[in-house]
């Protein structure tokens, strides 16, 4: 059983950054692609970036230029370090992997962005 454990969330005012980190238990290095998703109130949950174990990162483009999505292999952790952060990336943050056919998924960490 794969279990995410997020942190790293929190309050920030505009302009402003936070890091979150998410433990994986088991090695990352078998899960086929790592990511993060946000879903903010009363819409639906969306893709913010994505770290494959062999390819390159994707990231939605709102997000493209402010965050950054990366891995310690070992520490068995996924990062997405947020810059420049706008109320409209107020949102719960949830990890994710992707390991053959099964995917997996964290609690959330909620963050919030003042304008």
């Known amino acids: ?7 790293g969330g929190g309050l920030v005012q ?5 890091r979150l980190s998410c ?4 090695s990352i290095f078998s899960f086929n692609v790592m990511g ?9 949950r969306e893709l913010v970036a994505t770290i494959p174990r062999a390819g390159a990162t994707i990231y939605q483009d709102s997000v493209k230029g402010r965050f950054t999505i990366s891995t310690d292999n070992v520490k ?4 997405l370090q947020m810059n420049s952060l706008k ?8 990890c994710f992997t992707i390991q053959g056919s099964l995917s997996y998924w964290g609690q959330g960490t909620q963050v919030t962005v003042s304008s």
């Open 14 to 18: 505009a302009g402003g950054s936070l």
């Open 23 to 26: 433990a994986a238990s088991g």
């Open 87 to 94: 109320p409209e990336d107020t949102a719960v943050y949830y």
């Open 1 to 7: 059983q794969v279990q995410l454990v997020e942190s």
């Open 76 to 79: 068995n952790t996924v990062y």
């Open 36 to 44: 993060w998703s946000r879903q903010a109130p009363g819409k639906q």
